[in-house]
């Protein structure tokens, strides 16, 4: 397995996204993906963000609101906001 593949792997289990295709060239690659989306409905907001932390590096505003320091109303409205867009 390449290490394209390796990480079309990784990411889909992350994610929770079925591989369908791919093709891996000299250059480019090529996926075919599709969400599995009965699973990741089932997540809570801290669920989602803590996958898409393995790769990304979380926003101040999420790492407050995983902390339990965001209080304001605003702080709540824009960590729900970011979350849903994670």
């Not at 390796?6 to 969400?35: C, E, G, T, W």
């Amino acid at each position: 397995m390449s290490i394209a593949e390796d990480r079309f792997q990784i990411k889909s289990n992350s994610y929770h996204l079925l591989l369908a295709a791919y093709a891996v060239m000299s250059n480019p690659y090529h996926i075919v993906l599709q969400v599995d989306q009965e699973t990741a409905t089932t997540w809570s907001s801290c669920e989602v963000i803590h996958r898409w932390s393995r790769f990304f590096n979380q926003p101040v505003i999420i790492s407050r609101f995983l902390k339990g320091e965001c209080t304001t109303p605003a702080e709540l409205k824009e960590s729900k906001t970011r979350t849903a867009i994670i």
